[in-house]
C-alpha cells in the first residue's frame, strides 16, 4: 500500500466533511486564544468541523472515535478503495458504523494494540493519556526517530508520579518531541478528558514540526545525551540546585556555538561565579572544627562537566612554622569526610573546577593565617574572592550569614541565588 504523508497544511485532503472556516469565522474563538492558531491550522485541514451555528466549542470534548479518525485521516489520508483497511479488530466492535474503518486502519498502523481496551468503550471522550499513546505511535509510524533519553521530562512533568504506568513512556516521548506541552502549573493530567482545542494543537504539531514546542531550540550533545540551552543537566538533585549550560562561563549561546563547532568541550568551560559559590557554600556550611578533628560533607550535586577541588592544609604538632612538616589532604569526590590529628590548622579551599581545566571563577577559604605571612590569626577568618573584606569564621554559617549586613563595595560583585 502506498502511503500518503500530509507534509503542509495546505492540502486539499478533506478528512472529515465540513465546510472550510477560520478560526475567526467562528463566533466562539478568541484570536488571542492559546488554541487560535491551532483551530485556524486544523480547519484549513478540514479535519474539524464547526458547528451550524457558527461555532467551534473549543472546550467540548472530542469522542474516541473522532480523535481515530482524525489521526488515521491525517497520515494516509481519507479512506478509499486504495488504502482500505486490510485487517479487522478482534473485539467485535459496537463502535458507529461509520467509526470502524477507521478503528480497524487503526489496528493495521499500529496505532491500537489489543491491550488498549479503554478504545473498547463506545461513545466516551478521548482522555489525554490514550491520546498521548496513540500520537506517539502515530510518530513512530511518521518513521521519526525516537528520542533516546526522556529522563529530563520526568522533573517537568508535576504529576509524572501520579500517573498511570501504562502512558508514561508515551507522555514522556510525546513531550520530548515537542508534540505536548501540559498546563501552565507544569501537570499533564493523563485521565484528563480531551477537548477540541487540546486535540487541535497536537495533531497540528504531529505533522508539522514547525509548529512544535521549542522546534527551533538548540539541542547540543551532553555526555551522549542531547539538552537544549537551559534544560538541567542533572535532574536527580534538589531544583535549587540544578544547572544549565547556560550556567556555565560560556559568555554567549553564540560563542559557545562557535567553540563547539572548533573543537571545544564543555567540560573546560567553569561555572559562572554564583552557581560555582552555591556549591562551595553548602561545603563551607558543613564543616566542624574542635581543634583536632575537622568534618565536612562534599555533596554529590555538580554537574558531570564539573569536579571538587577540597584542600585541608595543617600540622599535626604544634609547630605551625615548620614548613617541612606541613600537611594536606586532598578532596575531589562528594561525601562525608572525617580527618583527626589536626592540631594547627592553616587554611580550607573550597572550590569547583572544570573536568578538564583548572580554570575556576569562585573560591572559598578557610584560613588561619594573615595573608602572605605565617603569622597566626587570632581567630580564624573566611575570605570569599568576590568581596575585597574577610569575615570572622563562624562554623555553621554561610555566605549569606556573612553579608547579611555588608555594605557592598564598587569593586565587589553581590552573588544573588
Known sequence: MKKRILATFLSAVTLISCNYALAADYSDVNQSAWYASYVNKISELNAF???????????????????????VCLICGELNESNAPTVKNTWNSKWNSWAIPYLDKAFELGLITEQDTMFKLVGIPCNRGEMAKVITRAVEYLKEDSVADTSTYITKLKDYNRMKEEYKPYVLQAYAKGILSGYDDGTFRDDGLLTRAEASSVLVRLIDKNERVNSDEKLYDYFGRKVTWTEPLRTDVPEQYQVSISDHEVIS??????????????????????????????????????????????????PESQRWVVGIVY???????????????SITEPGKYSYSGINLLYNI???VKPKESDSF?????????????????????????????????????????????????????????
Open 253 to 302: 549561546q553564540a560563542s559557545y556555538d562557535r567553540a563547539m563547532a572548533n573543537g571545544g568541550s564543555i567540560s573546560k568551560y567553569e561555572l559562572n561565579r554564583p552557581k560555582a559559590m552555591m556549591f562551595e557554600d553548602l561545603v563551607l556550611q558543613s564543616i566542624k572544627y574542635d581543634g583536632d578533628t575537622i568534618t565536612l560533607t562534599v555533596p554529590d550535586y555538580l
Open 315 to 329: 600540622w599535626d604538632n604544634d609547630k605551625d612554622y615548620d614548613l617541612s612538616n606541613r600537611k594536606k589532604i
Open 49 to 71: 468541523s464547526g458547528y451550524e451555528d457558527g461555532t467551534f466549542r473549543p472546550d467540548n470534548q472530542i469522542t474516541q472515535e473522532e480523535f481515530i479518525k482524525t489521526v
Open 361 to 417: 571563577t569562585s573560591y572559598v577559604e578557610v584560613t588561619c593565617h594573615k595573608p602572605l605571612s605565617l603569622e597566626r590569626l587570632d581567630k580564624p577568618e573566611v575570605t570569599f574572592n568576590n568581596m575585597h573584606t574577610n569575615f570572622e569564621w563562624v562554623q555553621g554559617q554561610g555566605y549569606k550569614d556573612y553579608t547579611k549586613d555588608y555594605q557592598f563595595e564598587e569593586n565587589d560583585i553581590e552573588l544573588n541565588w
Open 349 to 351: 579551599g573550597i572550590e
